[in-house]
């Protein structure tokens, strides 16, 4: 993979947003590669359905007559000063390793005065898991806004998540909102080792303060979403998180998985956009 070209923008890229928290009920929850939620606020959106965040609340809308199909309440608030750690584990994972969460990201701030209009990241479905213990492996390229108020990630999955699966990868769109809030997923797609995927996040367009995105798999529009009335997304990750490791042969039975083929493109939304000049930021949580 080419080095990116050097940043002439401040770097603020180490200083990932604290992600929003809300109380919740701890009795059912599900895993999503937003960390845990409650069952009740994670939904399978249909064919002709979009998410908004307009007013503060996180609703389903059918796209083509506006109307609300479902309101999954507020978004996320601003996350108290010591909430720095990962999402927590499922519930019942085995002790194992203490790798839970975001493992390790490359991340970028967009600081500059025009917004992030296209992200695109190529990647190999890596081979699997020489052990099978019940863990859950996600690998994505993502973007949030400041605020971190939400992410809207194309997934490669390994392992059961809300969306289903099981011991095979596949993949799908997620849009999740602040940790313990709704998440919503199109219907998984079963991908097999040595397919080539790309993952891209466009912006299609702008109201005001409020941006609509579209998260994609080129080849694999049934996966799509789209979310409307959102803010504007500033961060742009790649990222492995996994949950419930016990070994390291839990991880994808290669050396490493490379992200590559990376473009980041700012602009007018809806425009094609010119290549954004970029320098990434290395995290690791060991």
């Not at 863990?135 to 390229?141: E, P, R, S, T």
């Not at 806004?145 to 799908?172: C, F, K, M, R």
């Not at 079963?190 to 790309?198: A, E, K, S, Y």
Request: glycine share 10%; charged share 15%; with cysteine.
């Amino acid at each position: 993979m080419p080095n990116p070209p050097e940043s002439n923008q401040s770097n603020a890229s180490s200083n990932r947003p604290k992600r929003p928290v809300r109380p919740h009920d701890n009795t059912d929850l599900v895993l999503t590669p937003g960390g845990m939620r409650p069952r009740s606020l994670v939904y399978e959106l249909l064919e002709g359905q979009h998410i908004s965040t307009k007013g503060g609340r996180v609703r389903i809308i059918e796209t083509a007559t506006g109307n609300v199909v479902k309101d999954l309440g507020e978004t996320g608030t601003a996350a108290p000063e010591d909430e720095t750690g990962p999402p927590p584990a499922p519930a019942g994972a085995v002790p194992g390793l203490p790798d839970t969460g975001w493992i390790e990201n490359s991340q970028w701030h967009n600081v500059g005065k025009n917004p992030i209009v296209y992200f695109s990241t190529t990647w190999v479905v890596p081979p699997p898991p020489a052990t099978s213990n019940g863990q859950v492996i996600f690998l994505f390229n993502g973007m949030q806004p400041d605020s971190a108020a939400h992410i809207l990630q194309p997934v490669l999955q390994w392992g059961p998540s809300a969306a289903g699966g099981g011991n095979y990868w596949t993949i799908t769109n997620w849009y999740a909102d602040g940790q313990g809030g709704a998440a919503t997923f199109k219907p998984l797609i079963r991908v097999n080792p040595g397919d080539v995927l790309q993952g891209v996040m466009t912006c299609t367009g702008q109201s005001g303060s409020e941006y609509s995105y579209k998260s994609s798999f080129v080849g694999h529009p049934t996966a799509d979403v789209t979310v409307s009335d959102v803010d504007q997304l500033t961060w742009a990750y790649e990222t492995l998180e996994c949950y419930s490791l016990t070994t390291c042969t839990d991880y994808p039975n290669t050396e490493s998985t490379s992200m590559y083929a990376i473009e980041i493109k700012t602009g007018t939304p809806g425009a094609s956009g010119t290549d954004a000049t970029i320098s990434w930021f290395a995290s690791n949580s060991f």
